[in-house]
């Protein structure tokens, strides 16, 4: 194997550690967090499956962000709609038989590259253009859009201007699913792509990126609202009245 493909296996499969490890750490913090009260934002639910919709409602259609600000909502369901999209393609990377539904998406994950950068450039003006987030924006924030931005704009490079061997891609990826690492294409717009990649990949736990797994456990969208009918009290709490 030439030193490219050696250097690009070693970084996925670090990468694919801390990303696993660091994500699947976070999620068990955000479980073990006590939530000493009841503070559901009202309007709220006061059924379990009431819940349920309104957490559904809020992952695939940012309901509160739509009543909040209907620029910011079009742009950030644009982009996260694409990277859906996107990402849903990619599949096809990483099986021998792929699966119909992923052949049927590949022309519109193709083509959703352009709604994501759209979208990411619409979030980057807000922090840019708008005095009050420009205040609270940190170095990290624009980095992160930069980092987004650049890769789908490699991929795009790719799809549109310099293609690639795509299955030499596939039998890498395959082969260190199997842990028989292939050879790696060397063309330049796919070793951008994926370096990139891995950063997304290793700076993700640490990132504000893990408001996507954070949401599920916002205690202010999945509590039922019956504080009245029933006392909220904390695992913690519970163990101190004995």
Do not use: C
């Amino acid at each position: 194997m030439s030193f490219v493909s050696i250097a690009y296996t070693a970084l996925f499969y670090a990468a694919a550690i801390v990303f696993l490890v660091g994500v699947g750490a976070r999620i068990y913090r955000y479980a073990k967090t006590p939530a000493p009260l009841k503070i559901p934002t009202t309007p709220a639910p006061t059924t379990t499956g009431g819940v349920v919709l309104r957490m559904f409602r809020e992952v695939v259609f940012f309901q509160s962000l739509f009543r909040s600000n209907k620029w910011i909502w079009l742009f950030g369901w644009i982009f996260h709609f694409s990277l859906l999209l996107v990402l849903l393609r990619h599949i096809r990377y990483f099986q021998d038989q792929v699966w119909l539904w992923v052949t049927l998406i590949q022309p519109f994950g193709k083509y959703a590259a352009f709604g994501m950068i759209i979208g990411l450039l619409g979030l980057w003006a807000r922090r840019i253009l708008v005095d009050r987030v420009r205040y609270i924006s940190a170095p990290s924030d624009h980095l992160m859009l930069a980092l987004l931005v650049g890769i789908g704009l490699s991929g795009m490079m790719m799809t549109f201007v310099s293609h690639t061997d795509i299955v030499s891609v596939k039998a890498f990826f395959l082969g260190m699913m199997r842990f028989s690492p292939q050879e790696l294409p060397t063309d330049p717009a796919l070793l951008i792509h994926l370096f990139l990649v891995a950063m997304l990949l290793i700076v993700f736990p640490i990132s504000k990126l893990l408001h996507a797994p954070g949401v599920f456990f916002s205690p202010t969208r999945n509590q039922v609202d019956n504080p009245r009918e029933k006392r909220h009290l904390a695992p913690w709490a519970a163990e101190l009245e004995k």
